[in-house]
């Protein structure tokens, strides 16, 4: 992309580059799930995130200094650069081992033991989840050659209708949030907030993406302490809280001539406030909960089409967000995303089950009723 010579080449650059983040964002938490201990999992499956985070705030700080470049040279250099990760991580999948779990339905159970060996404290610890691996994949080879996609969409079983839900809400809700438009028009909510300086605007920007890095390391380190329901829950009602917030500030200076700097400075926080209580809950969880709640047999195809769900709902909400907004202002669209986490939050606390410390051949019982219902006592 950066040495397109014209617009076609340029979105063609695009398609190639979304197909790949796509493979990326499905095989990369299902893969890290698979290959993790039960008592680490929520920490390695929340790796995805922390990077994307990480480099959308590289991507702030890195697009400020090339802006003083020519205005020909600095937006190729911005996409160019991207190639350089890129190759870094083609040349390190090379040295990967397989995924155990897929290596066990393949019949190379020798190879999956030294696999999980290399994965496990101790030997002991290794044979204990082959045989769980093994036993699960008893139970999907029973299921060969009836459709995966029947089982999932056609004629699921309450338990796999519950984990499609529990996936699929999710996924939806992670994206309907609106932080994905949120980080990319930065910089026309703060104009509206009625911050106009360009060094201002980068400054703040970048205090964004500071906050929302910390604050997704800081989950990914306590995820398997504090489980996934408690920090889910934290995160929406966060949320919720921050986005009616913005709402109320973006409101009161739509309606101010003076623009008085308790409101931009409400509207300031309550953004960094919104992605930052991101990154506590949907952010990194939606990653791990989509790549452990499925079993086996339905993992691949499951996770599939839960995060097309979550991509098709991003697309949506980053190509309407500006279109709304000017229909009914930033601060009735605040509003709206504000409601739409509160109802988020009740999805969660009634269908989203803890998974801390189970293995992924343990989960699937997790969404039977009676475990559900536990699940929700005991917090």
């Not at 590289?58 to 190759?87: D, T």
């Not at 994965?119 to 093994?134: G, V």
């Not at 909510?189 to 201002?200: L, N, P, S, T, Y």
């Amino acid at each position: 992309m950066g040495l397109a010579p014209s617009y076609p080449f340029l979105m063609a650059g695009r398609i190639i580059a979304g197909i790949g983040v796509g493979y990326a964002l499905m095989i990369a938490p299902v893969y890290t799930a698979e290959l993790s201990p039960a008592m680490n999992r929520g920490l390695l499956s929340s790796f995805p995130e922390i990077f994307i985070t990480v480099g959308i705030l590289l991507g702030y700080i890195s697009n400020y200094a090339l802006s003083y470049l020519p205005q020909h040279l600095n937006w190729r250099l911005m996409l160019g650069i991207a190639a350089l990760p890129s190759v870094a991580i083609g040349i390190g999948v090379t040295s990967m081992p397989e995924s155990p779990r897929w290596l066990v339905m393949k019949g190379r159970v020798q190879e999956a033991k030294t696999v999980l060996i290399r994965t496990s404290q101790n030997e002991e610890e290794a044979n204990l989840r082959l045989a769980e691996i093994t036993k699960a994949a008893s139970v999907s080879a029973q299921w060969a050659g009836k459709g995966v996609w029947t089982e999932l969409l056609v004629h699921p079983t309450r338990s796999v209708r519950r984990i499609l839900i529990a996936a699929i809400g999710m996924n939806f809700f992670m994206q309907a949030s609106g932080n994905d438009a949120v980080v990319y028009y930065t910089p026309e909510v703060f104009k509206a907030a009625g911050i106009h300086k360009r060094k201002q605007l980068v400054v703040i920007t970048i205090i964004m993406g500071i906050s929302k890095a910390s604050f997704v390391l800081l989950s990914a380190l306590y995820l398997d302490r504090f489980g996934r329901r408690p920090l889910l829950l934290l995160g929406t009602i966060g949320m919720t809280i921050s986005l009616a917030a913005l709402g109320l500030g973006s409101k009161f200076l739509e309606h101010s001539t003076t623009k008085p700097t308790w409101a931009i400075a409400l509207s300031v926080l309550a953004v960094c406030a919104d992605v930052s209580f991101f990154s506590i809950g949907l952010g990194p969880i939606t990653w791990v909960y989509s790549s452990e709640v499925f079993p086996l047999r339905l993992r691949a195809q499951g996770t599939s089409l839960a995060v097309s769900v979550n991509r098709l709902v991003s697309g949506a909400v980053a190509m309407s967000f500006l279109s709304i907004s000017k229909e009914i202002t930033f601060g009735g669209m605040f509003f709206v995303l504000s409601g739409i986490m509160a109802t988020a939050t009740v999805f969660f606390y009634f269908w989203i089950p803890e998974t801390k410390g189970k293995t992924l051949e343990e989960i699937g019982a997790l969404f039977e009723d009676d475990a559900i219902s536990d699940g929700r006592e005991s917090e």
